[in-house]
């Protein structure tokens, strides 16, 4: 829409074909229905790319600052939540109103839904081909997003065309996306399904992945919450995780200053001013060996500052993901290689344009997806050109 909008304005024969009947359903959900549309925050090292220089250009030439002179000129009221984070004070349909007025604007024309089953080329001219009819176009341009979210519509179908014009795709895998533990060896946590609290996370021994401090949720299968969306996106597997249980804070201090004047206190209970209390209670059996009843002054000074270590470094190693259904976005996807960072055009197929989830370009978590797809859009309908 965003591209559509921007080339139809320019004054461009616009068509605008999407298989879905639903406009928009990523946008819909996103941000808890209230779209968390951009990062004031947005900068190039909050992408993950083989080519981490190619995202420069578009988001430089389209700042949230754009997106959002755009957002009050269609007068939507919105709030900043965190970090940088915009959300819509009412509905992300605020957000899919405005695209579909920008494209009305620029008299884009629909179709939708409409399914095409085959693409193909013809000199310069592309035949797109379905059941409900033919569509002919001197450009093309693919927006259709990655696999995250396939009950929602997503499909490879940008991969697939990529590959069939000859341009290499960078494996995709599921990102910002809960993971998952070899079910028997969670069980001990499994029972801790819904406790949250503030972590610091890296991967462990990857000396240039960035720690993220965020929030992290226990589930039944494994771990979740912002915390561990922003790292999954940069975990391999068979890599372990390096948590940091109290982000940051000095536990092994605390717990020596803490047992020299409350000693006869509980051990689960000293540690539940550090960690939510089930939590606690778990760690000094299941990691520590140790009783629920073991009082503070039991445990001799340096076993008390290994259980701190562990707290503070608490090492394991995730079995896998909880796949493109629970995925926010799709990591990987058309090599960058292959386009040009201006115009985001096939640099081998004259006319074929790729922008948005389906280029190997993903956000961390917080809105910088959603500018992403604004600047990549905006790029790309700026350098479309009008039929000869």
């Known amino acids: 829409m965003m591209a559509a909008a921007v080339a139809g304005q320019r004054g461009l024969s616009v068509v605008l074909v999407d298989h879905a009947e639903q406009l928009a359903e990523k946008i819909r959900i996103s941000g808890g229905g209230r779209c968390n549309f951009t990062n004031l925050g947005t900068s190039p090292a909050q992408f993950l790319s083989r080519n981490p220089h190619f995202c ?5 030439a389209y700042t949230p600052q754009d997106f959002l002179g755009l957002v009050r000129r269609h007068r939507i009221s919105w709030h900043e939540k965190h970090r940088g984070q915009l959300f819509c004070d009412d509905s992300s349909q605020n957000i899919i109103d405005m695209l579909r007025s920008e494209c009305d604007e620029g008299r884009v024309a629909w179709r939708m839904p409409w399914t095409i089953a085959q693409v193909s080329r013809l ?25 995250a979210l396939p009950q929602v519509g997503a499909t490879d179908f ?18 910002l996306v809960p993971l998952t533990f070899e079910p028997q060896a969670w069980k001990p946590f499994a029972a801790l399904s819904g406790v ?3 972590v610091r996370v890296s991967c462990a021994g990857a000396s240039r992945t960035p720690a993220f401090d965020e929030d992290m949720l226990l589930t039944h299968r494994g771990l979740s919450g912002p915390a561990i969306l922003q790292i999954s996106s940069y975990w391999q597997p068979g890599q372990p995780l390096q948590i940091d249980l109290v982000a940051g804070q000095k536990l092994e201090q605390a717990l020596l200053k803490t047992k020299q004047a409350e000693g006869k206190q509980l051990l689960s209970a ?28 039991e445990l001799a000074d340096p076993r008390l500052r290994k259980l701190a270590q562990g707290i503070e470094s608490w090492n394991l190693s995730p079995t896998g993901t909880a796949g493109y259904r629970k995925a926010e976005v799709m990591r990987g996807g058309v090599d960058t290689d292959g386009l040009d960072q201006r115009s985001l055009q096939a640099k081998s197929v004259p006319g074929l344009y790729f922008i948005g989830e389906a280029v190997d370009v993903t956000g961390w978590l917080g809105g910088y997806n959603f500018q992403w797809a604004w600047a990549s859009g905006v790029a790309c309908g700026r350098a479309l050109q009008p039929a000869a």
Not at 56 to 60: I, N
Not at 123 to 147: C, Y
Not at 165 to 171: D, I, R, S, T, W
Request: overall charge positive; glycine content about 6%.
């Open 158 to 175: 940008a991969l697939k065309l990529a590959r069939q014009f000859a341009l290499k795709v960078v494996e995709p895998r599921p990102a």
């Open 56 to 60: 420069r250009s578009a988001l430089a």
């Open 270 to 297: 000293v540690l539940s001013r550090w960690l939510p209390k089930r939590l606690a209670e778990c760690w000094i059996v299941q990691e520590e060996g140790l009783t629920a009843q073991m009082r503070l002054a």
């Open 196 to 198: 949250s609290l503030p």
């Open 123 to 147: 000199q310069d001219v592309f035949l797109l081909e379905g059941p409900q009819g033919r569509i002919q176009a001197h450009q093309l341009v693919i927006a259709t997003g990655g696999m």
